[in-house]
């Protein structure tokens, strides 16, 4: 069991930047993939962005390409969402997920943490 946490979030204005953090109790080596999603309030978990450890390839959303950035530590283990431009209806809870070389098929979620963007 891997375990995941988040941190990095809180209260931002709209155009301003928050950078998230996403910390795997695991080795840097063992990670295969990380992904951020996000549940906005009242609404289903959305994806937001996503890489991968073998080809480095990133794959973003929509609605938040060239405004997002992910990212990895590779020897800390630890992934990064660079948000930018962010406006209210980037506010959401932001899950991060590590998949493990040994378990392609499984994603190991953590809380979240919360980003709310407001005047």
């Known amino acids: 069991q891997v375990h995941v946490v988040e941190s990095g979030g809180g209260l931002v204005q709209p155009g301003g930047s928050l950078r998230l953090s996403c910390k795997a109790s695991t080795t840097a080596s063992g990670i295969a993939a990380m992904g951020w999603y996000r549940e906005p309030p009242g609404k289903q978990r959305e994806f937001v962005a996503s890489?991968?450890?073998?080809?480095?390839?990133?794959i973003y959303a929509d609605s938040v390409e060239d405004r997002f950035t992910i990212s990895r530590d590779n020897a800390e283990s630890t992934g990064y969402l660079q948000m930018n431009s962010l406006q209210p209806e980037d506010t959401a809870n932001y899950l991060c997920y590590v998949i493990m070389f040994g378990a392609l098929s499984t994603r190991n979620w953590g809380q979240g943490t919360q980003v709310t963007v407001s005047l």
């Open positions: 890489l991968s450890a073998t080809t480095g390839n990133t």
